[in-house]
């Protein structure tokens, strides 16, 4: 009977043994890191956006549009009453910045026209939403949009400090959102004050 105990003792022990090794610990650490990740994946993805963005800029001033964009995605959400609508937005708008540019058409002209289909869309529902819908983000539209036309008015020193100003100040904006889980999805929110925030602090020091 003794030796029975012995022997089951042993093969617990051998067992515990085998369970505090570092190779046993390390897969449990190594999906504690993929889980981490893949929880903040829009604070990833912003994060390797803003260096893409920012790597070998030169002049902060040419990136009035991101303003306008930022404003515009959450214009479309409100208006059409989707909170992953900016998720859309964001990615139809990138390309079709790249194809104005190269066709010779000013991207702020395509953006504000786009706003304003956007608003005249909102304007059927105003009446149904709350503050945070249509009234909100039409004024944020305005304010955003004005410091990004300005950009264009100004020399390139003073336009960069009001793009540092406009992305910080919509970085704000999209904390403020996520925090109070209105419009857009959170994710979209993360995203876009992480990128906005980094963004901004880049062109900051480049200035």
Known sequence: MTDK????????DRATAKDDSPHAHQAP?????VAAILHRWPTVLAVAFAFLV??????GSVLYFILLIS?????????????????AVLLLSIPAVVAMGALGIEPAVGLLVASVI????????????????????????????????????????????LVVAGLIGHGVWDVIHYWANKVAVRSFAEWCAVYDILLGAAVLILV
């Open 29 to 33: 650490d190594r999906r504690g890191w």
């Open 71 to 87: 404003a515009l995605c959450y214009l479309a959400a409100a208006a059409l009453n989707r909170r992953r609508v900016p998720w």
């Open 118 to 161: 956007f608003l005249g869309l909102g304007l059927a529902r105003w009446r149904q939403q709350a503050l945070w819908g249509m009234p909100l983000q039409t004024f944020g539209m305005f304010a955003f949009g004005a410091i990004g036309l300005a950009v264009m008015f100004v020399d390139a020193d003073l336009g960069a400090y």
């Open 54 to 59: 920012a790597y070998d800029l030169e002049d």
């Open 5 to 12: 105990k012995g022997f089951a003792d042993r093969t617990r």
